[in-house]
């Protein structure tokens, strides 16, 4: 994946999936080890932000239902 930016969440997440097994491995040398950690941390984040921001429109959208208001 070259720019997180463009990628879907669940691109993401696939990603992110595949850093646990490398680093899991532990086969790579210590600067890619490092790199693909950072690249990690990096997103976990985006992922984090993503599911905060729909819990909060999901959250939205079930205040404005159950007020019955017009979205």
Do not use: H, W
Request: hydrophobic share 40%; net charge negative.
């Amino acid at each position: 994946m070259k720019k997180n930016t463009k990628a879907t969440f669940e691109e993401r997440l696939e990603r992110l999936e595949e850093i646990v097994v490398l680093l899991d491995r532990g086969d790579a040398p210590l600067e890619e080890l490092l790199a693909l950690y950072e690249e990690g941390i990096v997103l976990s984040k985006e992922c984090s932000d993503f599911l905060r921001q729909a819990e909060q429109k999901v959250t939205t959208l079930q205040a404005a239902q159950s007020q019955a208001l017009p979205l």
